[in-house]
T-cell receptor
Framework: DAGVIQSPRHEVTEMGQEVTLRCKPI?????LFWYRQTMMRGLELLIY????????DSGMPEDRFSAKMPNASFSTLKIQPSEPRDSAVYFC?????????????FGPGTRLLVL | QKEVEQDPGPLSVPEGAIVSLNCTYS??????FMWYRQYSRKGPELLMY????GNKEDGRFTAQVDKSSKYISLFIRDSQPSDSATYLC????????????FGAGTQVVVTP
């Protein structure tokens, strides 16, 4: 298996622009997570989906952030409009949630820099 | 106060030494405890996984969970320069079922 795939790996944009991050989870996994990692705040959960349905979006910082999962093999995280404080590494992770056990597998991340 | 506390380090040790890492937590409902390793500019990868209290050993790595003290540990024996990474503890259970609460991560540097 190729693991969790994220694109782009690096993104540099200007303040006010729309940014779309993409994720392909591991085939067969039924849960997908979006995280943001910064030096100041560490690894923060933004939103997670189970069977393509958003379960908990309490970590989404504000209305500028939105996430979708139209099918089991694809998810997007969109920031519109972007701001310099959104600069971070964004990780997507997937897991097979069965019973109470879950092991999350992380993608390589997207490094976002908003100028 | 954060649910999971972890000293960010850095922790510098000579090659061959034992590395000792730990996390404390406040949510007594946590039942699943994990350690992730993250190399620079990479995503975290699962290293060890423990359910409830007790010890688990995997090669040079030992994970311990003390639920009565709300304290978990990771020990790395015979440390190697390739162990230099950031180690994040993570846990779940109770109301956080389905999602993980991560510590801040401890940066470990093993010097040759």
């Amino acid at each position: 298996d190729a693991g969790v795939i994220q694109s782009p790996r690096h993104e540099v944009t200007e303040m006010g622009q729309e940014v779309t991050l993409r994720c392909k989870p591991i085939s067969g996994h039924n849960s997908l997570f979006w995280y943001r990692q910064t030096m100041m705040r560490g690894l923060e959960l933004l939103i997670y989906f189970n069977n393509n349905v958003p379960i908990d979006d309490s970590g989404m910082p504000e209305d500028r952030f939105s996430a979708k999962m139209p099918n089991a093999s694809f998810s997007t995280l969109k920031i519109q409009p972007s701001e310099p404080r959104d600069s971070a590494v964004y990780f997507c992770a997937s897991s097979y949630l069965a019973g109470v056990q879950e092991t999350q597998y992380f993608g390589p991340g997207t490094r976002l820099l908003v100028l | 106060q954060k649910e999971v506390e972890q000293d960010p380090g850095p922790l510098s040790v000579p090659e061959g030494a034992i590395v000792s890492l730990n996390c404390t937590y406040s949510n007594s409902a946590f039942q699943y405890f994990m350690w992730y390793r993250q190399y620079s500019r990479k995503g975290p990868e699962l290293l060890m996984y423990t359910y409830s209290s007790g010890n688990k050993e995997d090669g040079r790595f030992t994970a311990q969970v003390d639920k009565s003290s709300k304290y978990i540990s990771l020990f790395i024996r015979d440390s190697q320069p390739s162990d230099s990474a950031t180690y994040l503890c993570a846990m779940s259970g109770g109301d956080s079922w389905g999602k993980l609460q991560f510590g801040a991560g401890t940066q470990v540097v093993v010097t040759p």
